[in-house]
């Protein structure tokens, strides 16, 4: 009777499955969020097999990266001349991307020799999990550089469209570089609130996106972004622009980071309005 290995889709759940897929190399894999899910995919595929599920208790991840690879676990890589994040750093990135099977990053590890081994590439999974950590890493310091949040409701909010799971990581980012004011970074029907205690929330929390008063359709900044907006374009010069540098600071990759963002794209790509200063005066 075959074995499987049940486990919780975090950096834990992915520790404990690699020492446990070490002992059983055997085992079938089986991740999910939580134990109702781990548990409806056993019902569902219908299978008589052993159990054991791992990931879902709480568990200090330190211990399980050294009991994985060592003492040593800790140790950033240079690779290529980079500085490379450290083993949970790694897994919690895989993880966030969008084409990421939790099971492959499992068999990954658990064949993996060395915390080393794994940004070297020599085996085609490695190479795999490397490229998402890259991709992520890349997605979250696009939205970092080009996600232009406003003002809404008091709010410093920014709407992005990310290509993978980020949406926590900006939000803290924004919340510290700007510790004096709530934030909220919204993703379709998600909204992630940061410094909460300025609105009596939590500090870090996730709603919906509705709990903030349907930021998509109802923002009271907009008058003020488009008089800012006549009266930036007022100034331009279009014989000035240098259309190869703002491509250079503004690259077509990260211009769908935020509206603002797509704003000023546009603007590189078609110009700007033929607005005058005598029509910022007019408003």
Partial sequence: MFLIIGFRTNVEGVLLACLKLRQLPDAHLVYAKDLEELR????????????????FEPVAIAHLA????GKHWYHHVNHSCRKEPD???????????????????????????????LYSGKTQLQRKCYHYMREVRLSYHRLCMFARPSFVRGILTAEIKPEHRVEDMFCRWLAKKNPDLPVAVVHGDKAWIGNGN??????????????????????KSDDVEDLWDVYYDSQMIDSRR??????????????SASGMSMKDRYKVERGISPYKL???FEM
């Avoid at 409806?40 to 990931?55: M, N, P, S, T, Y």
């Avoid at 050294?66 to 690879?69: L, N, V």
């Avoid at 949970?88 to 080393?116: F, G, M, Q």
């Fill in 66 to 69: 050294e009991k994985a690879f």
């Fill in 198 to 219: 300025y609105i009596g929330l939590d500090r870090f929390m996730v709603v919906t996106s509705s709990f903030l008063g349907d930021l998509t359709t109802v923002k």
């Fill in 242 to 255: 240098n259309k190869k540098q703002a491509k250079k600071f503004q690259p077509w990759s990260a211009s």
């Fill in 40 to 55: 409806r995919k056993i019902d569902f595929a219908g299978v008589k097999r052993d159990l054991e599920h791992v990931g």
């Fill in 87 to 117: 083993l949970i750093h790694y897994i919690d990135l895989v993880l966030r991307h969008a084409k990421c099977e939790p099971s492959e990053l499992v068999r990954n590890l658990s064949s993996s020799e060395s915390v080393t081994s």
């Fill in 278 to 280: 005598g029509d910022f």
